[in-house]
């Protein structure tokens, strides 16, 4: 089960941290990705990680801005998310991949969070 929680309202510019906090105990066997899904939009992978946190994905537009992290030991995954912008905008989902290997295929994850609404506005 993941939990993904953080979102909120945030000024252009601004930073934000998302977490996911996922239960069971294979944690460290499974990949991780934070999705998002705009109004009218398909769901995208803005960024994943690998098992043990050795291989990361990120989608070009969040390049440098959003940094994708795991603790093992508390079995969370995190989405730190700088400079904002208004086209950031979405809710964001993370996700669990049995592949191990990060991946930006919404296909190859087998456990998905609830929501967290993201608005960037001024």
């Known amino acids: 089960q993941l939990q993904a929680s953080g979102g909120g309202l945030v000024q252009p510019g601004g930073s934000l941290r998302l977490s996911c906090a996922a239960s069971g105990r294979t944690f460290t066997e499974y990949s991780f990705g934070w999705f998002r899904q705009a109004p009218g939009k398909g769901r995208e992978c803005v960024a994943a990680i690998s098992k043990r946190g050795i291989n990361r994905y990120y989608l070009d537009f969040v390049e440098g801005r959003f940094t994708i992290s795991r603790d093992d030991a508390k079995s969370a995954v995190y989405l730190q998310m700088n400079s904002l912008q208004v086209e950031d905008t979405a809710v964001y989902y993370c996700?669990?991949?049995?592949?191990?290997?990060?991946?930006?295929?919404?296909?190859?994850?087998?456990?998905w969070g609830q929501g967290t609404q993201l608005t960037v506005s001024s």
């Open positions: 996700a669990a991949s049995k592949l191990g290997g990060q991946t930006k295929w919404t296909e190859d994850y087998d456990y």
